[in-house]
């Protein structure tokens, strides 16, 4: 698929090359996060009647002005980290899998399950025991979109969306079913999985271990996609799944294996949600972090070290939602429809890639 | 906004009245009120007819006291984001009282923040504070609203040709059941015959499902509908398109159905919310537990639609006028559930604030469906 | 239940639903049907059906006019349609990122402009009784139908025969089969997809109309769980056959009605899995048809999802 760019310097590129590389993949973006940041004050000031500059001052304020908006920012980004990754790491084959809340889901209802049949053991097992179970999970889960789009011929866009649903009804019937707490009486949930097994802060901060999770998978994905055999392997089927196939690549294990990669992300960020906020697993597993997954990896271009920043510009656009509504009476739609903004004039900035001239190869 | 602004600025008049009594002269509470800031959190739109737009009308009440300013954020889901917003509240605008209206922002997410913020006030809606468990500076307040789903069920009873009431429910969880049940005991002390037939929808705003719910009930020769969903607009309005009867909940659906409508079960948050706003003004500690029902004027119920007929509104309004008095058992024994075991025994009576109401899980003889 | 019916309720139940619910199913598919025959792919059809409810009950709120809500809720698809196929239009630029963005893009537009019309009651679309030959109740109310759904049923013919038997119908084939023979006959591809974008978005919209105008009939933010990308779903599942995507939609509808009506008569386990249903009998019937070795019968050419 033409969206999913292979970017690592080609060997033999010298270092005006890779600075060319970077100075386009850094200013096209930016120059379209500025348009879309152009256009929402536009449509603010038009439909709306506020001051854009009010606007984005308070989101600023809301979203990094201090230090308490900063760790705001950073704790909702955690999850998105996770979630980007379920969709940026099958992009690299050219597959678009957007059933990353599935995966979230069922990861945080495994991690539920398996912290409470260890709850006696100590914390540190009972953590890793969750970790590996909602990691399996998740990754069972999006492994199954890819092995239907390998070897039944399934859209793996469509299916991952029908999985995700599917998976929101398991949770919610075994939730309310026997995996219910019956002292859970108005929200049913699990039981808790015990005050000491939860994960904690980071410390001298807010902010819990999952934004450390996510930061290590992306740097580990990157490391993973842009400088092993097997990544090289993963872009070359994103390539061309013929000539992949000619060079006797296993094309149906490597789609299974990244679509697992992906899948245990997104597990994991179903862990983290029990683990560090929730204790237990309930109806809100599902509240959209998957979702707002998709949009963070086609906005990082399915880079995973752009996906850290990423998240966080996006963790610190809701953060500043909130503050929104209060001082200017903006509905929460707001920041939907600047993200929106953003997506389209992103996607629509593309085109500039390698036809700007400034950041065309000299010898080109 | 249906929110009818006379009713509401009689209801703050009156919680200003009752706060100013509170403070022995008014003058005085007027004089040393205080500049507040009172933040409400909901979890879906604020206008959505139904559970948030109850709490916003209350909170739209205290708009209009002098000092006090209002802090709103709708559809803040129940995880991290409400711990923020609360935060948020506090640090950026300075909060002193928050109201998280959603059941779900309490554990952990409320006493959390309660823990950490000792110097701000937290009230949560619904009965769960337990002052050997949780802070000190933490609450609930909740109103009794199956007296009024009784109420709506007596009017149901007497109004329905058919005998067959119907009630559509997002959730077999306790305050759902405890509504169905309560419909159910008033709709049969109307008429011994009448069943209750229910649907759970699984989910809070499900509209497509909820109208499918009806028109299946409609279907079926079900001539009474109420619900207990977030936004009980589709069903009453699907009803009233199928021409048959409803009673509402959580606000006032009238105007949703001018022919059909009977009455309904309604929230009156103003008063409670208003009550709290002015003991905060007046520096006076606040309750960590209020709770009522019609008598303390926590909820109350829509006028009668006309189809009601003589019979019905004199004997809803003979059991409200003892509601408001005396107060009525609605669950006393012996009562058997619907699948004939005897859940409460003969002679054993469960007042209103009894906590085994809370954990209800059987629905009473007479109520079609199943909690399982 | 001791109703008359007794059991033949569920059935009668599950074919008054399928009526009822399939019909936004139906304009989705079917709009979708025809920019995919051009060879693009729009998952933005979400975000149209809720801009389109939204709109549509907005313009019969303030008009007093439902079908000219109806009206306006297909422009106002056709608008996302055009925006749709401008961005593909541009080089390197991904269909299916392009279509999830506009999904994005529209929910956060029609929520936003549509606050103010989730209280007010607008006028809706009125039901045509078919029913009034039987007297059964259950039967008449199943047989209120929607003037949209009939026109719906009979656009799936229609567009049948002029995907197959028109020229512009050969031509917006051949933009999907191969855009390069296409060019070579002297068509232009962009402003072909572009018809068949905003033709799609038109039909999209009009959908959502549907939603807030008759069935359930209000506008609120919660209204669309999905409809239009579970439609995107059904026209894969139909390859690309607009009277498949009749019969898919219905189908789907059915499924859905499922839920409730088997609660209404005494089944209450699982009521989770019944709403599931759907899902899981569209991707079941998906493995069953779908192949890794061949490209599907009636897939057009260009498409990036069965490439």
Known sequence: MASVETAAVPAGAGLGESLRRAAEAASVPLGSLVVAGLVFALFIWAVAGANPLEVYELMYTGGFGSWFSLQNTLQRAAPLILTALCTALPARLGLVIIGGEGALVLGGLAAAAMGLALHAASPLIVQLGMALAGMAVGAIWIALAGWLRQYRGVNETISSLLLTYIAIAILNQLVEGVMRDPASLNKPSTSHIGDANMIGLIPGTDVHWGLVFGVVACVASYVLMSHTTFGFAARMVGGNVRAARMSGLNVGLLTIVVCALGGAAAGLAGMVEVGAVHGRANGSLAIGYGYTGILVAFLARQNPLAIIPVAILLGGINASSGLLQRRLDLPNASVLVLQGIIFVLILAGETFYGRIRLFRRKEA | MTFDKKISRRLALGGIAAGALTTALPMRSAFAAKKVTIGFIYVGPRDDYGYNQAHAEGAAALKKMADVKIIEEEKVPETLAVEKSMESMINLDGASLIFPTSFGYFDPHMLKMAQKYPKVQFRHAAGMWDKAKHPANAGSYFGYIDECQYLSGIVAGHTSKSGKLGFVAAKPIPQVVRNINAFALGARSANPNATVQVVFTGDWSMPVKEAEATNNMIAQGIDVITCHVDSPKVVIETAERGGIMTCGYHANQSKLAPKGYLTGAEWNWSKVYTDFANQLQADKPLPNFVRGGLKDGFVKTSPYGALVGAEARKHADEVKAKMASTGVVIFKGPLKDNKGNEVIAPGKDYDQFDLWLEGMNWLTQGVIGSIS | ?307
């Open chain 3, 1 to 307: 239940m001791e109703g008359e019916l007794g059991l033949w309720g569920i059935p009668l139940a599950i074919f008054a639903g399928a009526i009822r619910v399939s019909t936004p199913f139906l304009f989705v598919s079917l709009g979708e049907c025809l920019t995919e025959k051009s060879g693009r792919i729009n998952l933005g059809l979400e975000g149209t059906l809720i801009m389109g409810a939204m709109s549509g009950y907005a313009i019969s709120y303030l008009s007093g006019s439902p079908w000219l809500g109806v009206l306006v809720a297909g422009m106002a698809g056709m608008l996302l349609g055009a925006l749709h196929a401008c961005i593909c239009s541009l080089p390197r630029v991904n269909d299916i990122a392009v279509g999830i963005a506009l999904m994005l893009f529209g929910t956060g537009l029609a929520f936003y402009l549509g606050k103010p019309f989730v209280q007010p009651k607008a006028d809706i679309l009125p039901a045509v009784e078919f029913g009034w030959w039987s007297d059964i109740p259950q039967v008449r109310a199943a047989l209120q139908v929607n003037v949209l759904f009939i026109i719906g049923v009979i656009l799936a013919p229609v567009i049948l025969w002029f995907l197959r038997s028109t020229r512009w119908g050969l031509i917006l084939r051949t933009v999907g089969d191969s855009a390069d023979a296409a060019r070579a006959m002297g068509y232009d591809v962009l402003w072909v997809r572009l018809v068949a974008t905003v033709a799609g978005g038109f039909l999209a919209g009009i959908g959502g109309a549907f939603l807030s105008l008759f069935y359930p009939g209000s506008w609120n933010e919660s209204l669309s769980s999905g409809q239009g990308l579970m439609a995107i779903a059904l026209v894969i599942f139909a390859r690309w056959n607009p009277m498949r995507c009749l019969w898919a939609s219905l189908l789907f509808g059915g499924t859905a009605a499922l839920g409730p009506a088997l609660q209404s008569v005494g089944v209450t386990q699982g009521y989770y899995i019944f709403n599931a249903a759907p899902y899981v009998l569209t991707l079941a019937i998906m493995i069953a048809t779908c192949s890794p070795r061949r490209n599907l019968a009636g897939a057009p050419g260009e498409l990036s999802v069965t490439k």
